[in-house]
């Protein structure tokens, strides 16, 4: 396959009149020269540098007599060139080079370079030759001459009065009659008999015809637009012997080629035409291929139908020039043993092309110098083997050829790459030279006349570490078969040399042998083994077996691949040994594009060879051929074993060419069992892709290939001299790579052969590939454009099988889903029909709780169905939605709903791809933002608590609904659906739930709970829900101390805490750390609602978890002592990164004190009492919702989750300032006494806090008997009078009419000034930046 790279190079032609212009050019035999004519003018060019070496000009006066210069064609040796003229004249020229050493152009290096001027052919390489052209000989054939062609040691013209002339090269006519056209016999085929028809008209003459040497004859095109072949019954070339071929159909041929390698003639018709989707600008008189099929030298007109549309013409159509256009080919063009590859090469004039980038890196860690990251896919953990290699990227890696080596051995005929993709070898005119994608080096031969002594004639190949290649050995005169090794240095003395019987045409390597096919048509099979020899590392070879195969080749120029392969017509399982199945079983020939198979023979007993090397392995003779498939370009097969990937492993890809790609795959009955006898073992199954493969990905299910690609230039010209510029005539062409699944191809050709166990084998195998939903996809979808759209009735459709066919995998909901999104409505009713009725499907989602692909079967049922029937399993999805917490998909469940509603059904909302937060991850609506219960000393009354409200409820995206059209009725039904749901959280008691439903909807939740205040809103059991938070937010059993020791902070709150005696080392060595590392971050904490007192200080590590928040869980009491529950200490603080919570800032004084034992048990105690920081925060907001709500029964549950008796008395003084139902006084009373008795029983961690508050609930108890009216209610208000004192002064005067607080609780001194409340918000705003928010009060 070849690809043009670049724009075009224009060659400057001698300036002259337009009648001088170039119109036609021919390259040698050897494609180093190039003829190209003018009207009376020849020219030689040179091809490598493209310059001019010599113009021979008509004289006018024999110009007027020969007419124009036509045609030319060389002789074989290119000693000569053969001109036909306009009237029926041909000119031979002699081409002679100058006598003596000189040159036309040399290379000039600077003085002290490397290269020398002294290495063997360095003249004929380096070097333009200087060349006479002589006039030696004229010919008259007396007609118009319309065709030129060399044949052998002869020449053959046709003429347009029918004849065709065999001429000598010396200019004579051989004394023989010329051919007259009308009495050679044409038939449909060369079988049918001798009395064939004739042309049987006067003035038919051939217009075109070339030579093509594999099939003995030509292929020709007739002025009447007849196409035909005829070719020369036995060696004699009379009229008699001639006989012809014609196909009927074809009557508008205007031109011929032939490739001679496949037999194929290629005829160029009039009524061809181009996608016409623009009109090509170029015209293209004559063109001929350069050395390698690097270069294309094209002459060009610019063409004629320009004139009618460009203003200014003139300069386009009086200079045709030469244009020189630039190829890179695949190297399996030329070195079809790189089958065996799964890396994608390919060769330019002067750089490689690789796609195995990272595939180097997947192999070896020192290869990230190769310049590919590996894709998502291979990060995904698939064991595949090279998935990044194939999907990702569309550039190649570029290997810059060493300049050194290309100097003296232009053009690289060969190149190869190894199969861990970290090495490439090329070869030359001579010898050959090897890289490493690792190292970035190249190697070349130290010695250049060894290099210069060898011609690789059979192309190269890889083994290990090791270059294999059959080459021929100049100074000897002697075929060789090489190895060499790569660490080595390039050298013969580290080659092991085998000699040769014949020349080598084609190598390949399988395993540990080594194939070469040579020009006497036989086969010869190697085997190769590793040697250490000394300090020296080198490889032997061994002759196994020879094969002739003359009997079936008639030219070995014909054989376009031999390889050879472990697949049979056997599959391995009826194999007698089933080792031999990973044997070379048999021998693959690509005969002309007929893949023949020869396969051992195991019929009869093994065959024992007579051989002088008792040693040497005994193989068994291979079976007659037998042809497997036709017009075959390259084939892929693989030595490596999966037994998960049978099916593709051990099958045999084919490239067909226009007639896409076959795989010859192997069946294999399920679990073992044995075959049927009537059942084929193998089947050939065909199938299109839209690339040229290049490479096969065997586990991958992939081939992978280079497309062309043009990429225009934007040019800012607008004068007519700017239309001579290539780059605005032609488009610059890159080639990329590319990739395509064909799994779904064979999948569907055997469920089409009723061969369904076979596809479910293969389907599963590659269940676990990246892109297999895509397959699946990919068949359903196929199968049903071509099924729903037939005009003809189908008799027996596929859809049903491919349906039930899906549904053996997990996917098949998406896969249905999807496929229809892509598809047409008008298909879906035969979509449907299928794959099952979509209301069923959508129940299926919701029971296998995939709301996404629900989401999508909505929108289709929305499509087919009433709105009625929407809006039914709209709900039930919005439901199940709210359950789960897929908040993104509740949006867009609620703008689904009221777009039924309002009529706007026609716009089905999109399906919700990204995957919402889960309701456990906190609120995130609230990200970055603190909510700041504050008050002031100076400004608010005495008489009443006040709660600032700083951060209103924000609307999330669907909170527009509740300002615009508030009264619609769709609205109020989507509103009752997400009452429904709080309410049923919060008899749930599901409080954390709650908050996030509120925060991502956008939900008003303050509004809804003072409507549903004594109702939903009231707690029942005030002993369930507090169990139910410490659960849901993660939030630890207070713990009583194991012993009542005397406290150094008796007189501070840790003393009304319970803690457990803690003598353990580790435990002393673990807390010690906790602290030091805290004490840098504890300036930056935020006091809570909680007393401070004025001397000593509190610690809190119950720090900001992230995303891999671990679940902390508390100890059962122990009496141990020891051993008590420092687990759970060490649980909650382990994932701690700062100091924060309920204590009070640390000044610097802190990090002097010395602290106890003791004092450090009471810390971790303290520290196993707190909950991670993120569920603090979210119960301090829910509290915050709680108050501004009056729901103070909610409140009292979560004071008493977080210990702080402020909040408590934050409660008693809104129900001493505000009237407050008596009922839900009631319920607080009571509620507290079932928590007393509950903790009396089970949970005494709770008896401290509860004797601190008891002064509180005794408050409350003498408020609940005054029996305050319901009615009388009303929700809070702000209220700002200077005199109202804070809540701290409100509970020391509680407390200490009590007296049972200690003194250093009472007063003001837990109050914060401004300056200092300012300065610890702007810190807490700037600690929570990572996601998290804050409350402050202060």
Known sequence: MYFLSGWPKRLLCPVGSPAEAPVHVQSDPQRTLLAVLAAARLSIWYSRPSVLIVTYKEPAKSSSQFGSYKQAEWRPDSTMIAVSTANGYILFFH????????????????????QMKGTPHFKEEQCAPALTLEMRKVLDLQAPITSLQSVLEDLLVATSDGQLHLIHWEGMTNGKKAINLSTVPFSLDLQSSRAGSFLGFADVHIRDMEYCATLDGFAVVFNDGKVGFITPMSSRFTSEQLHGVWPQDVVDGTCVAVNNKYRLMAFGCASYRSDGTKKDPLKINSMSWGAEGYHLWVISGFGSQNTEIEPEPKSIVKQPGILLFQFIKSALTVNPCMSNQEQVLLQGEDRLYLNCGEASQTQNPRSSSVH???????????????????LGHRHWHVVQISSTYLETNWPIRFSAIDKLGQNIAVVGKFGFAHYSLLTKKWKLFGNITQEQNMIVTGGLAWWNDFIVLACYNISDRQEELRVYLRTSNLDNAFAHITKAQAESLLLSVFRDMVVVFRADCSICLYSIEKKSEGPNTTAGIQVLQEVSMSRYIPHPFLVVSVTLTSVSTENGITLK??????????????????????QRDRSGPQIREKDSNPNQRKLLPFCAPVVLAQSVENVWTTCRANKQKRHLLEALWLSCGGAGMKVWLPLFPRDHRKPHSFLSQRIMLPFHINIYPLAVLFEDALVLGAVNDTVLYDSLYTRSSAREQLEVLFPFCVVERTSQIYLHHILRQLLVRNLGEQALLLAQSCSALPYFPHVLELMLHEVLEEEATSREPIPDPLLPTVAKFITEFPLFLQTVVHCARKTEYALWNYLFAAVGNPKDLFEECLMAQDLDTAASYLIILQNMEVPAVSRQHATLLFNTALEQGKWDLCRHMIRFLKAIGSGESETPPSTPTAQEPSSSGGFEFFRNRSISLSQSADNVPASKFSLQKTLSMPSGPSGKRWSKDSDCAENMYIDMMLWRHARRLLEEVRLKDLGCFAAQLGFELISWLCKERARAARVDNFVIALKRLHKDFLWPLPIIPASSLSSPFKNGKLRTVGEQLLKSQSADRFLNLEIDAGLSNVQRSQSWLSNIGPTHHEIDTASSQGPQMQDAFLSPLSNKGDECSIGSATDLTESSSMV???????????????????????ISMELASKGPH??????????????????????????????????????????????????????????????????????????????????????????????????????????????????RAEESRGSSGHGSIPQGEVGGSGMVSGKEENTTCAEEEETFQDGTYDCCVS
């Open 95 to 114: 081409i002679t080079s100058t006598r003596g050493d000189k040159y036309l152009y040399e290379p000039v290096y600077p003085k002290g370079s490397p």
């Open 372 to 390: 590919y990251k590996p894709s998502s896919l291979a990060e995904g953990g698939f064991e595949s083997q090279s998935l990044s290699t194939l």
């Open 577 to 598: 040994m089933p080792q031999q199945a990973r044997d070379a079983e048999s021998i693959m020939l690509n005969l002309a594009g007929q893949l023949i198979m020869m």
């Open 1140 to 1162: 924060d919570g309920d204590w009070t800032v640390v000044d610097e004084s802190f990090s002097t004190l010395s602290l106890t034992q003791s004092e450090l048990e009471h």
């Open 1174 to 1287: 993120k569920s603090q925060v979210q119960l301090r907001y829910l509290l915050h919702i709680f108050m501004e709500a009056g729901c103070l029964d909610w409140c009292i549950v979560i004071g008493l989750i977080l210990r702080e008796s402020s909040i408590i008395n934050q409660i008693l003084v809104i129900i001493q300032t505000t009237e407050v139902d008596g009922e839900m006084l009631q319920n607080i009373k009571t509620g507290l006494h079932a928590v007393d008795r509950w903790a009396s029983a089970d949970c005494p961690g709770y008896k401290p806090f509860l004797n601190i508050i008891k002064p509180q609930l005794q408050k409350l108890s003498e408020i609940t008997e005054e029996q305050v009216h319901p009615e009388a209610f009303q929700p809070v208000t702000v209220g700002k009078t200077p005199e109202q004192t804070s809540p």
